[in-house]
């Protein structure tokens, strides 16, 4: 078959062949086949797609991995033809799985976005022959740099116009960056396997991982965390509010979807009931955040009625995880330093920021809901303190002194250590 173009579906179709573990293509001495990997939405708690996996092997049955085979071929050409070749087999092997419902992921690599390729027509095909809608297909484009990024880009939107569904695959890795999500305007991201395990780490900072899904949900991306395969990994991407789990934790990939998925279903029941297991465990979960508006409200008084942020503070105190106390004028800004129970000494990496007189906090949530709604008690968070450097909830209401109309603020640290009770005398 020449090399020099790019084989076409009517090229392919009769290199298919069919065994015991479903439709393969032998081509250059590898035989290309299909696993499937279950993809799951968290909330539905259930199965919502599938993962196409290429399983090569050589003449002699040993296996070769995807990135060795791609990499080893000799051209460009060569590596087309082994890319629309194993769309093929995936869309063979998903279709007669005969599932009505659930998208299909399928990887596709940047470099081989080159003007001349029709690869939109290749996919129309697929979807035509097979009978599988555009709409239930995944594109995966791998992170890696493409030779000609504004014709990727287009050749992106070429896809989107025929409701085909774009993910950027291995995010967090090399090439990854913010950069192409905002230009590509995916409609999912899979996290990276490296990136989960990181963010599962002991002692990671289980807020990295949220905010970190929250930037790629207002991209208005919905994201996947892929190579899940411990009970930490999954309950961090849990807490993060992750959309899609896949990987091991759920199960081997298998040539059948039916059988890769068979599991999931009490899998995902576990799932739930370790995810409420480990969030009421926590100390601060039975924390109720009535408590925290009480204390704020009592402050707020005692400020109203003297006038004096000292006595008002160590009200204020009473609930023992309340760390500071403030007060900023309606446009935000903070005249007079802050009152902190137990200061500890300023550090001096931190000294720039001290004191703290003289911040305007008219950018946080709690002082726009405040001023919005006059008189209320509001508690918003987590957000980061810059002066704890790490995340605090903040209560604010607006107080009235004489003719100034003021904000009382205070912040909130759950990881405080409460105090001990009395002791009987």
């Known amino acids: 078959m020449a ?30 086949r299909s696993a499937f990997q279950p993809v799951v939405s968290v909330t539905h708690k259930r199965v919502v797609g599938f993962e196409a996996l290429l399983r090569a092997t050589n003449a002699a ?27 093929c087999v995936h869309f063979a092997n998903f279709s007669e799985a005969g599932l009505d419902k659930g998208w299909l992921f399928v990887n596709a690599l940047p470099r081989l976005f080159k003007t001349g390729w029709p690869y939109s027509s290749y996919i129309d095909e697929l979807c035509a022959y097979f009978g599988l809608p555009h709409s239930r297909i995944v594109i995966e484009l791998l992170e890696e740099p493409a030779a000609d990024e504004a014709h990727f880009e287009h050749t992106v939107e070429s896809l989107r116009r025929r409701e085909l569904i774009i993910a950027i695959d291995d995010f967090g890795t090399g090439f990854s960056n913010f950069d192409r999500i905002w230009r590509v305007r995916p409609d999912l991201v899979k996290l990276d396997r490296s990136l989960v395990a990181r963010m599962a780490m002991p002692g990671a900072d289980p807020q990295f991982a949220t905010q970190l899904v929250t930037m790629l949900h207002r991209a208005g991306a919905m994201v996947l965390g892929e190579g899940v395969e411990t009970d930490e990994e999954l309950m961090t991407l849990m807490e993060a509010d992750v959309d899609f789990i896949q990987g091991f934790w759920l199960g081997q990939p298998d040539t059948s979807p039916q059988v890769a998925a068979a599991q999931a279903p009490a899998l995902v029941d576990a799932m739930w009931t370790r995810f409420r297991a480990r969030t009421g465990s926590r100390p601060h979960a039975a924390i109720d955040l009535r408590h925290f508006e009480q204390a704020v409200s009592a402050g707020a008084k005692a400020y109203e009625r003297s006038g ?20 900023v004028d309606e446009l935000g800004n903070q005249h007079e330093p802050s009152i902190t129970r137990d200061p500890a000494p300023e550090s001096e990496r931190l000294s720039p920021l001290f004191p703290d007189a003289g911040c305007n906090w008219s950018r946080r949530a709690y002082f726009k809901r405040a001023i919005a709604a006059p008189g209320r008690v509001t508690v918003m968070g987590p957000h980061y303190s810059l002066t704890d450097g790490k995340d605090c909830y903040t209560g604010a209401v607006t107080v009235e002194f004489g003719s100034r109309r003021q904000v009382f603020c205070v912040d909130f640290l759950l990881d405080m250590p409460s105090p001990e009770p009395p002791r009987d005398q």
Not at 10 to 27: N, S, V
Not at 64 to 72: G, K, S, V
Not at 312 to 325: D, E, G, H, I, S
């Open 3 to 32: 090399s020099k173009r790019a084989m076409t579906l009517a090229d392919i179709l009769p290199l298919l062949a069919r065994d015991d573990m479903g439709w393969h293509i032998d081509y250059r001495g590898v035989r290309l």
């Open 61 to 87: 049955g040993e296996a070769i991995a995807p990135d060795t085979l791609f990499a080893r071929a000799p051209a460009k050409t060569i590596a087309l033809a082994l890319e629309r070749l194993t769309r």
């Open 308 to 327: 004096d942020l000292a006595p008002a503070a160590q009200q204020t105190f009473a609930q023992p995880f309340a760390k500071r106390v403030f007060l």
